[in-house]
């Protein structure tokens, strides 16, 4: 039997956030291919239609004039390898447990040509591109969430490629006119695509908006539940939040504490895989090098691309973390016997290198009495128990500081500093006073956030998790594409991207 998620049911959450009318039709559009994904697709398509909604599904991950991020294999490919993508495998599978074929819709413009895009900034920084609108859209911080490759900072001096902007721009506007045109011509009261962060998920939801109809998100799950679904994006961390508090209060109060704090427990034991690709590089329990301090004071970073592009006013969070940083030091060294120790996020290792020096530019400007780096074997959790205080600028360190009774305090946006584990602060002059009078330590605050990383959104009601990324349905197996098809869509793709971004 399954453990309990946050949501007993599919069908039950659907008929409490739609009205009759947004769910009498239902649009889903899916543009990647990841497992949770078309997983996410193949529940919402089978408990949607068994409350009584009409259902209409684009797999539309090979019709983009630009791959999706999450784009993983060409359906041309695949034939010619005798293999078929995930979504193809999806739609037999949902054929087979009763879905009649034309719920599956082509995009509905055949001839599509771009129309109305806007003329490119010169140079195209990060400034120009994010002002860019299609049709009253925003259609820059869409072409910003998804660089052209790994190694593209996010410094606002940095050129981007204009072949692959310009390709990126009618990515966009193929996708949002396309979804446009399905919401007209099927009438319908709801869309349903992934997170809302990346180029094309962005421009279905800023089609919805223009048809004034709901748009539903969906995302990964939690680590012992299989995929989630809300009303709202992924950075809304307000709303995610509140659903936190919900949930806890909405648990049994026999287990909630114990499953929210096996969340924490694991990633400071090293024993959570998923965490591994961020601490994989540090010796568990080790720290050393620590300053002699009356008062230790420890800054935890956050990624900078992963909030670049998020839609804030960054004069609320003392403008940028660097000038956080800054700050921070600042107050420290006016204080006789206090010590400042910077532990750059580890995932920095895998970000682009221009990203990295930049920082180190920055930390070395802020002069902290020891800098752990992004390498650093040092051990995150051995360090933040040496803490005084806790700094972040929103980093999950935070919160699992919180968790481990260290005051903390947070300078950036975040996903926890609305449930009492943590002290926001919004000017620089509150930085001292928080040296000296550091927040009451709250553990208990920081629980709900561990029960929604473990159990956030539902369960499989109808697939089922087979192992190796697939799942299985109504006798068909949905999973990868085979290897040969992997390896040859990918080299594709890497020469489509050296053609847009060659000089």
Request: hydrophobic share 40%; proline share 5%; net charge negative.
């Amino acid at each position: 039997m399954a453990d309990r998620a946050e949501h007993a049911s599919l069908q039950e959450y659907l008929r409490a956030v739609l009205a009759p009318d947004e769910r009498e039709r239902i649009g889903l559009i899916t543009f990647n291919h990841w497992s949770f994904a078309v997983g996410t697709v193949i529940e919402t398509v089978l408990e949607a239609r068994a409350m009584g909604s009409d259902v209409v599904v684009g797999f539309w991950a090979d019709e983009t004039p630009v791959p999706d991020v999450g784009w993983r294999a060409s359906r041309s490919i695949a034939r010619l390898a005798r293999s078929s993508t995930r979504d193809q495998q999806a739609e037999r599978a949902l054929i087979a447990a009763g879905v009649p074929r034309g719920v599956f819709v082509a995009p509905p413009i055949r001839r599509w040509r771009a129309q109305g895009l806007p003329d490119l900034p010169d140079p195209l920084t990060r400034t120009g591109i994010r002002g860019l609108r299609y049709r009253g859209a925003d259609l820059g911080p869409a072409i910003l969430e998804v660089p052209p490759d790994d190694n593209t900072p996010i410094r606002e001096d940095h050129v981007w490629p204009r072949r692959w902007v310009h390709a990126a721009m009618r990515s966009y506007a193929w996708a949002y006119d396309q979804a446009r045109e399905l919401i007209r011509q099927q009438q319908l009261g709801t869309v349903v695509v992934y997170n809302g962060r990346f180029t094309h998920d962005r421009a279905v939801a800023a089609a919805a908006a223009a048809e004034g109809i709901r748009v539903l998100y969906y995302d990964t799950g939690g680590y012992d539940s299989d995929f989630d679904l809300t009303e709202a994006t992924t950075h809304d961390w307000a709303h995610l939040q509140g659903r936190m508090r919900s949930m806890y209060d909405g648990w049994d109060e026999g287990e909630r504490d114990a499953i929210g704090s096996s969340w924490f427990i694991n990633r400071k034991s090293h024993s959570d895989a998923k965490n591994l690709r961020f601490i994989g590089a540090q010796t568990r329990g080790h720290v050393e090098g620590l300053p002699a301090a009356d008062r230790l004071v420890v800054f935890f970073s956050s990624s900078g691309d992963e909030i670049a592009e998020l839609d804030i006013d960054w004069a609320e969070y003392l403008h940028s973390q660097e000038a956080a940083l800054l700050n921070l030091a600042n107050e420290c060294r006016k204080r006789p016997g206090t010590s400042l120790v910077v532990r750059t996020h580890p995932h920095m290792r895998l970000k682009p290198s221009g990203d990295l020096v930049d920082w180190e530019t920055a930390v070395a400007a802020a002069r902290p009495d020891v800098h752990f780096d992004a390498h650093s074997a040092v051990d995150s959790y051995t360090l933040m128990d040496e803490a005084d205080v806790v700094f972040t600028y929103g980093s999950t360190a935070g919160v699992e500081a919180a968790f481990f009774g260290r005051p903390v305090v947070v300078m950036g946006p975040s996903a926890y500093d609305l449930l009492g584990c943590a002290r926001r602060i919004t000017d620089a002059e509150e930085i001292g006073a928080s040296i000296d009078n550091p927040p009451t330590p709250n553990p208990s605050g920081a629980i709900p956030y561990g029960l929604m990383m473990q159990r956030r959104g539902f369960t499989y009601a109808h697939a089922h998790d087979i192992g190796n990324d697939a799942i299985e349905l109504a006798g068909v197996t949905v999973a990868e594409a085979s290897e040969n098809t992997l390896k040859a869509s990918d080299a594709w793709r890497k020469a489509r991207t050296w053609w847009l971004t060659r000089a």
